[in-house]
């Protein structure tokens, strides 16, 4: 059975850094694509950062390039979201996705095939 654990989240005031891990269990992951999204309170689930687990190949959403770096440790099994500079508009819950299946997105929701159960992210002013 395929399990992704978050951890990592966490208050933080603005300008400070949190690293957000998911160590997923169950199968092999290495033609999954990993990805991190967001949910804030009365908002759609939105994507953060994705990686290939195969190559290391990333993409992230314009909102956090350049402040976020997905990354992945193929021995534990665990994809990273270190998180650097942190603005009040970061606070959301943060989830974690792997797509097993041959679709093309990346960048929906429903693009994935299992999620952990998120791990909160609050940034203070």
Same mark, same amino acid.
């Given at each position: 059975?395929?399990?992704?654990?978050?951890?990592?989240?966490?208050?933080?005031?603005?300008?400070?850094?949190?690293?957000?891990?998911?160590?997923?269990?169950?199968?092999?992951?290495?033609?999954?694509?990993?990805?991190?999204? +967001?949910?804030?309170?009365?908002?759609?689930?939105?994507?953060?950062?994705?990686?290939?687990w195969k190559d290391g190949?990333?993409?992230?959403?314009?909102?956090?390039?350049?402040?976020?770096?997905?990354s992945r440790d193929n021995?534990?099994?665990?994809?990273?979201?270190?998180?650097?500079?942190?603005?009040?508009?970061?606070?959301? +819950?943060?989830?974690?996705?792997?797509?097993?299946?041959?679709?093309?997105?990346?960048?929906?929701?429903?693009?994935?095939?299992?999620?952990?159960?998120?791990?909160?992210?609050?940034?203070?002013?």
């Amino acid at each position: 059975q395929v399990q992704l654990v978050e951890s990592g989240g966490g208050l933080v005031q603005a300008g400070g850094s949190l690293r957000l891990s998911c160590a997923a269990s169950g199968r092999t992951f290495s033609s999954a694509t990993m990805g991190w999204f +967001r949910q804030a309170p009365g908002k759609e689930r939105e994507f953060v950062a994705v990686i290939r687990w195969k190559d290391g190949i990333t993409y992230y959403a314009d909102s956090v390039k350049g402040r976020f770096t997905i990354s992945r440790d193929n021995v534990v099994n665990t994809v990273f979201l270190q998180m650097n500079s942190l603005k009040p508009e970061d606070t959301a +819950r943060y989830y974690c996705g792997a797509r097993v299946r041959l679709v093309a997105g990346v960048t929906k929701k429903d693009d994935y095939d299992y999620w952990g159960q998120g791990t909160q992210v609050t940034v203070s002013s």
